[in-house]
Structures are given as structure tokens and as C-alpha cells.
């Protein structure tokens, strides 16, 4: 899910599912001018209660996950949060084995001792945020190029993160908001001992897997657990066994008590990445350099990976969450494609630019001020179109699809240090801790033969579609020049030399490494050119992308000059966000209604046991054949798994609490809806559905199926 739009929409579809949604991911700072709306909606709660910096409130119950990957919230005084499944997918993956499985057989700690260390994972909170536009923008001379801006806004937002950090253990950053007319500053407290407490099988954590990734309806019980842990003094603190559960200002109290069609609902959290704002070309450079490529190189890959995980249980296990990520964005790829497609939206991108042409045209200051917006746009985006492509072919084929070349890449510098004589001792040990961390951590989910065979058909996608004067120098030097052309033979002795493709060879070379090897070993080879070709081609993208910024700073403060009663949101760039709306389904087709929730009589009509995505557990089963729901349940004997929303989303937002009117906890968002993939250049009013798991499946999974009452008593219920 990705992106915030200023095309002018017409009013929404009539359609007895149909409330009105609200585009925008708002900064909680500023939430008192979407208030009246809110409250319009439903809202009962005021903006101090979402964000304060002098007592608790909502923001403080709001985590993003390894900053801003996903997002959690706080649902217990000991620090316990709550996220997605797929969110914690990662670290349930490097905690299971072939013999302790716990992708396919779920976990609960029974006690705080059993709760799993990450390291590496970290925890966010938001202590507090403040505009510093004009602390920055007075400083910028008029008329300066985007060169001396930048040159200006580095130092300068360098001291202020200075001054605001100072004596204090917090981290900070600052965030540029509508290409550069805004400026605000971020301050956090960071985490680092964030221990796994709970996650459902796969075949419920999961359940739809890639079949029903971006569908609607849904019947996915996304959700895993973690605690934070301080030290004793309540600051931040490496994983240590003295640590405590952090105790935070405020946690989430959770609803049983549902809730229907049209109720308000908002969802807080840390949105990554939108393009709202895109013009026509940069929509229409997306599509072709981005999602193509991307689309069209994990598919290639995902067919590979997928033949060798279900031949090969260990292999299923090593490749489960490198396959996860790839799989989402391959996905969404496409679907973004098909609905930018389906909707016209560059047309209508179009149809904006010209209205904004004929505004800017009417009054010479305006010209003056805005003339050359859009052509610098165009010019921009034209002039690195080819190397765009190029570079995402680098990341998708050499780095991402390559994986023993790129591991070289990233050990070789570690390596090399560890090569010089008269080196501090106490530095070169460190040096060789690190390199031992991170071998570990590679050839625990690395498989010789499966990025052998990956490695020979990322290689020849690369050479059949990008143009020969971006090659790297290993394939023009080595794989052109001495192999001749025969991508096969070059991997293969690759394979065969390298000491980074086999455990056993890193392993006895990294004791006593040199830089012989390293300067003659044919996967660093390849991994330090692909990377000076990559270093070279964004190079060549510095003017195309300054011609491109200026013109979006210029063309986005003369909208919001164009439209002054239009309230604006900036696009989402992983800081918190707060969005609002209300529960519903939805009509994305002639003769086809999708309802607002799902039940668990729909996981068992899905479930096929020969499909591992669509396998039911058998306790869930006998959960549902004896309606043995208690207090989750719903009065008619039915058990909601899922729901909609019309709130505004990306990924993110992927484990955000949504709230009722009350700020109650009533489920966790985890997706969105296939219809509107282009949601995050365009917002659909009539389509734009936050797929959400309902707390009270969470919570019958917790309590029915894992007996995790350790876990159900911390929580607080609302009455």
C-alpha cells in the first residue's frame, strides 16, 4: 500500500455502502483542523487526546517497528504490542527450524523468561513533533537553485537535530513535507530489545497467503506479538537479561463490543511511502521503470525459489520470508499497473496540470512564480527514464535476486580491514565479530543451489533488457569477454571459486582472510562492480531529479495556492499519521457487492488441504464446529475474522490499530484491496478499502486455540 492525490474527484459513487471517505494522512500535530469533520463522522474523543506532549495520549500507544517498516501499539502496562503476522514474519522465521517449527505450529510464550530476543528489531515511540519551516526556509536566499537549498538545509537541519538531542538520550529527524515547502522535526525514543511473545500458525497468521494477498474478502488472522524491554532506569537499552517491560504512558483498551456498518473508525501509524502529488509523467515513469521491471524479475525469481521450497523442507524454512517480501511488491506491482490503467489516472493527471496551466496563465506573477514548473517536471523525469530503469534492474536482478554477490558486496570492506598489518587489535576483533554476525546470519537462509540456478537467470534478464553501456564490468569484461556470452559456464565456476557461496569456505577463509582472495574471488568481484555501475547511474540521475524536485516544490505550492479552501495532507514518508473514516464494503463492479466483514465459516469454505495456503489447524476446526467463541462471538452464533474500511493507508500502516469513536482497539489493519492499487498516486473514494483482522479473532486465537492466558490478562477490556 503506498501514495496522497490532488486530482479534483467528483462525488462519490451512489451506493448504500457508501460513506464518505476522507483522503489524507494527517499529522496528528495539526489535527484540530480536521476536527469538525471528525466529529461530523462520529469522533468522540478531541484532538489532546490524540496528541500531547504534556500528559498521555493516543500517540503514545503508537510504535513504528524498525522505524517505520510497520506498525504496532501498546496493548498492556508491561509493554506488550501488537502487529501483523507479516510484520513479525521475519523474526518467527529465524526462530524456526525443521525440528521447532514455528512458521507451521505457531508460539506462545507462557511466561515472560520464554519470550525470544531479535536482534537488530527496535521499537519507535514519537515524543513529540514541531513545524520548523520558517527556521529553515528563512535561511534560503530567493531564487536559490535546488543545489544551493540543499547545500544550506543539510547544515542547518544538522544543528537543529544538534540542539534538540542534546543531554538527552532521544534521536531525531527532520522531514521535508510537500517537496520542500515544509519542514518538520521528529523526536524519538528508541528501542532495541523488542522480544517476540506470540504468533498463530501460518495457516491462520497467513491463511490466503499469496492467492489472497490484496483480495477482498478476507479471512487472515494477521497478527503476532512483542514486548519492548528498558533498562531498569526506563531508558532504551541493548538486549540484556537485567532489562524490564518497559511501561508505557499510554496503552490501547480493546473492544468486544463490534461494530456496524457506517461506525467511525481511525487507524494511527507510520504510512511509508506516497506519491500523491505525482504529475503525468512521473505516473506514467512509475509504471514503466518501476512496476514492470519489478513485476516481470520476481516473477522469474519466485518461480525458482518456489520449485526448490516445495521440494525441501529446510529450504521452505530458509526461504519463507525472503520469498514473503518478494512475492508482496511483486504483486502489487501489477495490480498498481492494472487499476492506473483501468482508471485513466494519467489522463486525469492531465487534465490537472492543464487546469493548473490555465490558473497559472491568468495573472503574470503567477507565470512569473510557477512558469516553468511542469516543464521542469517533464524534463526531469525524460532525462532519467533509461537510467531509472537501469537502476532497477540493478537492485531487482544483482542485488536483491544475486544473493552470494550482493552478501560479498556487503563483507568485502569488513574483510579487507581485517587484510591490513599493524591494525588496533581491539578494532580488528570487532571487525571480526561483525563479520561473524553477519556470516551467520546469510548462511542460515542460504541455499547453494537455489542462487546458483536464481543467479543464471537474473543474469541473463539483466543482459536482454538493459542497455549495454550500463553493464557492470564483470559482465562485459568477464562474461562477455572471457566466457563468451554463456551465462551458464560463468556461474557455475563462479559458484565453484567463491568462498561466499559455501559456508565452510567463508567460514575457514574469514579466520585468515587476503586480500589475494578477496580482489581475485569472482562473486566480490561481481558484487563491488554491480555496485560501482549502480553508484555511477544515480550519478547520472543528479540533474534530471534537481530539474524535477524544483518543479514539484513549485507546482505543489501553486496548487495549494490554486485551491486555498482545499485542506492539504502531505504524502506519507514513514512518520506518524493519523487517518479517518468509516466501516464498509463496497461495489467495484457491475453486479458485484463485497459485504464489510468475513467469518470463519469462510476460512472453512477456502480450506483446501492439498493448497498449503488454504489448510485449516485442525484445533480451529473443532473451535468452529462447536461455535466454542465465548465473548468474541457474535450474538447469532457467527464469528467475525475480518473488516473494512474506507480509511487511507499504505504500507506502513501494516499492524496500525484501527479505533472506534473512543479510541478503543477494535482490530489491526493489514492490507489493502486489489481494486484500488493505485492508491497510493491516486486516492479512489468510491474503492479505497483498509483491510483489517477484527481484535476478537486475535483474541479467540490467543485465548481458545493457544490457552495464552498469561497473555488476555494484561490486556484491559473497554466495557
Not at 235 to 257: C, D, Q, R
Not at 271 to 299: I, Q
Request: proline share 4%.
Amino acid at each position: 500500500m503506498r501514495k496522497t492525490t490532488l486530482l479534483l474527484i467528483s462525488a462519490l459513487m451512489a451506493s448504500p455502502f457508501m460513506s464518505r471517505a476522507d483522503e489524507g494522512m494527517w499529522l496528528p500535530i495539526l489535527l484540530e483542523k480536521n476536527m469538525a469533520t471528525m466529529t461530523e463522522l462520529g469522533f468522540q474523543l478531541t484532538a489532546n487526546d490524540i496528541y500531547n506532549i504534556n500528559q498521555a495520549c493516543v500517540k503514545d500507544a503508537i510504535v513504528a517497528l524498525d522505524g517505520g517498516s510497520c506498525t504496532a501499539s501498546f496493548v498492556s502496562a508491561d509493554g506488550l504490542l501488537m502487529t501483523n503476522h507479516h510484520c513479525g514474519y521475519s523474526e518467527i522465521q529465524s526462530h524456526s527450524t525443521v525440528e521447532n517449527d514455528l512458521l507451521t505450529n505457531g508460539f506462545v510464550a507462557r511466561s515472560k523468561a520464554e519470550e525470544l530476543p531479535n536482534p537488530g528489531k527496535s521499537a519507535w515511540l514519537l515524543v513529540r513533533a514541531e513545524d520548523i519551516t520558517d527556521q529553515i526556509l528563512s535561511q534560503i536566499p530567493e531564487g536559490s537553485t535546488e543545489a544551493v537549498r540543499d547545500s544550506i538545509i543539510g547544515p542547518l537541519c544538522d544543528t537543529i537535530i544538534s540542539h534538540a538531542t542534546d543531554s538527552t538520550h532521544y534521536s531525531a529527524e527532520i522531514e521535508a513535507m510537500f517537496f520542500g515547502n515544509y519542514y518538520y522535526l521528529f523526536i524519538y525514543e528508541i528501542f532495541n530489545d523488542v522480544r517476540l511473545v506470540a504468533a498463530p500458525p501460518e495457516s491462520v497468521g497467513k491463511f490466503g497467503a499469496d492467492t489472497d494477498n490484496w483480495m477482498w474478502p478476507r479471512h487472515t488472522g494477521d497478527f503476532s506479538m512483542f514486548r519492548v524491554y528498558c533498562a531498569p532506569d526506563s531508558t532504551p537499552a541493548e538486549y540484556a537479561e537485567e532489562n524490564v517491560p518497559y511501561h508505557p504512558k499510554h496503552f490501547l483498551p480493546i473492544s468486544l463490543g463490534g461494530y456496524k456498518e457506517n461506525d467511525f473508525a481511525f487507524v494511527m501509524g507510520y504510512p511509508g511511502s506516497t506519491d500523491r502529488y505525482f504529475s503525468s509523467w512521473e505516473t506514467e515513469a512509475e509504471m514503466k521503470a518501476v512496476n514492470d521491471v519489478r513485476a516481470m524479475v520476481r516473477g522469474a525469481k519466485q518461480d525458482i525459489w518456489e520449485k526448490f521450497m516445495d521440494g525441501d523442507e529446510k529450504i521452505r524454512i530458509q526461504y519463507a520470508s525472503k520469498f514473503a517480501r518478494s512475492s508482496n511488491y511483486w504483486k502489487y506491482s501489477i495490480g498498481q499497473n492494472r487499476s492506473l490503467k483501468r482508471l485513466h489516472v494519467v489522463d486525469k493527471k492531465r487534465e490537472l496540470e492543464a487546469e493548473f496551466t490555465k490558473w497559472m496563465n491568468a495573472d503574470e506573477a503567477r507565470k512569473a512564480k510557477y512558469g516553468n514548473a511542469l516543464d521542469k517536471i517533464e524534463d526531469g523525469v525524460m532525462q532519467n527514464l533509461a537510467y531509472n530503469e537501469a537502476i532497477t534492474y540493478f537492485v531487482e536482478t544483482q542485488f536483491y535476486g544475486f544473493e552470494s554477490a550482493y552478501f560479498a558486496l556487503k563483507l568485502s570492506r569488513y574483510l579487507q580491514n581485517l587484510t591490513q598489518k599493524g591494525a588496533d587489535p581491539e578494532y580488528v576483533e570487532t571487525i571480526r565479530q561483525q563479520v561473524d554476525e553477519k556470516a551467520a546470519e546469510f548462511f542460515k537462509d542460504y541455499n547453494h543451489e537455489v542462487d546458483r540456478q536464481t543467479a543464471k537467470e537474473m543474469i541473463r534478464l539483466f543482459m536482454k533488457n538493459v542497455p549495454s553501456e550500463f553493464y557492470p564490468e564483470y559482465i562485459t569484461k568477464t562474461v562477455l569477454g572471457k566466457y563468451k556470452g554463456n551465462v551458464d559456464k560463468f556461474v557455475d565456476d563462479a559458484y565453484a571459486k567463491s568462498v561466499f557461496c559455501d559456508k565452510a569456505k567463508f567460514e575457514a577463509f574469514a579466520k585468515n582472510p587476503t586480500s589475494k582472495v578477496l580482489l581475485n574471488d569472482p562473486l566480490a568481484i561481481a558484487g563491488n562492480d554491480n555496485y560501482d555501475k549502480y553508484v555511477f547511474l544515480n550519478g547520472l540521475c543528479y540533474n534530471g531529479e534537481d530539474k524535477r524536485q524544483e518543479g514539484m516544490r513549485l507546482f505543489v505550492a501553486g496548487l495549494m495556492e490554486m485551491q486555498p479552501d482545499k485542506l492539504f495532507s502531505p504524502d506519507a514518508n514513514s512518520t506518524m499519521r493519523l487517518t479517518y473514516g468509516t466501516i464498509g464494503g463496497y461495489h467495484p463492479a457491475d453486479a458485484v457487492t463485497y459485504d464489510y466483514k468475513t467469518t470463519l465459516d469462510g476460512v472453512m469454505e477456502k480450506e483446501n488441504p492439498a493448497e498449503r495456503e488454504f489448510n485449516v489447524p485442525a484445533k480451529l476446526k473443532e473451535i468452529w464446529q462447536k461455535k466454542d467463541y465465548g465473548r468474541y462471538g457474535n450474538p447469532d452464533g457467527t464469528m467475525n475474522v475480518c473488516f473494512t474500511t474506507n480509511n487511507d493507508i499504505t504500507g506502513g500502516n501494516s499492524g496500525s490499530p484501527v479505533m472506534n469513536a473512543k479510541g478503543e482497539l477494535i482490530g489491526l489493519a493489514f492490507d489493502g484491496n486489489w481494486e484500488s492499487m493505485s492508491g497510493d498516486i491516486t486516492f479512489e473514494p468510491e474503492l479505497q478499502k483498509c483491510i483489517v483482522v477484527d481484535i476478537r479473532y486475535v483474541l479467540l486465537i490467543l485465548d481458545k486455540y493457544f490457552d495464552a492466558q498469561n497473555l488476555i490478562g494484561e490486556m484491559k477490556f473497554a466495557n
